[in-house]
């Protein structure tokens, strides 16, 4: 957004729901894409006469619960295996 400064991204890594233990779909980067939907806010603020710049952020991943498998066990308990839990983080931060 322009006027504020904020910056949004979101991507959505595609899990195969086949798989118990889904592998990234591009095994040869060096980076693992992270499956689900995820969106990371960064919005700068003022740094009041200080030098540097402080920035508040959110990341939020995992929003649609992608990749939850349910496995139920031999005495009739349910789990949940999961490869990357849904998590909501926020922050403020400071570079000098």
Do not use: C
Not at 2 to 20: M, N
Not at 49 to 65: I, S
């Amino acid at each position: 957004i322009p006027h504020t400064g904020t910056r949004i991204s979101a991507d959505y890594g595609w899990i195969d729901p086949q798989t118990l233990i889904p592998l990234h779909v591009f095994t040869t980067q060096t980076i693992a894409a992270l499956p689900g939907l995820n969106v990371l806010v960064r919005q700068p603020l003022p740094s009041f006469g200080m030098p540097g710049r402080f920035e508040l952020t959110a990341d939020l991943r995992n929003m649609l619960a992608d990749g939850y498998t349910p496995v139920n066990t031999p005495d009739g308990h349910r789990m949940l295996i999961v490869e990357s839990p849904r998590a909501i983080r926020g922050g403020l931060k400071f570079t000098f």
